[in-house]
């Protein structure tokens, strides 16, 4: 790759993962070598199954397969796997052996105190010239925002689960 940029997808709609998903298979169909690392996920979902057949694929995963709620639901458990992930990121990011890094769900760590804003703002500062970066979560902070190169915000218009439907295999989970 020439030159990479930084990508935030945020916002509280449907889709941040799936789309950074679309952009892996693309770049995996150009020989792209790729560093997927999910925070705050350790549930079983379809795209992992997938994400197995691909070669240039590394992907690691960071969670206790529960959703937290809130500050009071952080446990050291939770703090510990969230610092070995951003370490793993950051050692990834910083070899130069990726032409993409994804950190699927690091924004969303930051609601929990589990990374800050500092730890962010260190990867895009020092990201390769030409390792794309790739940021989602809810609630990207204007500073993250403005350092970036594309933000795009997913906003939920109308969703199902307001109505009770849980997530459902091969289309959430």
Excluded: W
């Amino acid at each position: 790759m020439q030159k990479g940029y930084t990508q935030i997808y945020t916002g509280n709609g449907k889709g941040k993962t799936t789309a950074v998903l679309g952009l892996i298979t693309r770049a995996v169909g150009s020989n792209f070598k790729i560093f997927f690392c999910q925070f705050l996920k350790g549930r079983d979902y379809g795209e992992l199954h997938t994400l197995k057949r691909f070669e240039t694929v590394t992907h690691e995963r960071y969670g206790r397969g529960v959703f937290i709620r809130s500050k009071e639901y952080v446990t050291d458990e939770d703090k510990k796997l969230m610092r070995e992930g951003y370490e793993s990121l950051k050692n990834a990011l910083l070899s130069g052996k990726y032409d993409i890094v994804i950190a699927d769900e690091i924004l969303g760590t930051l609601r929990y105190d589990l990374i800050t804003v500092d730890e962010i703002k260190f990867l895009i500062e020092n990201k390769p010239e030409t390792t794309e970066l790739i940021l989602t979560g809810r609630n990207a902070p204007d500073e993250l925002i403005e350092m970036a190169d594309l933000v795009t915000e997913m906003k939920e218009v109308k969703h199902y689960f307001q109505k009770g439907v849980m997530a459902r295999k091969g289309i959430e989970k």
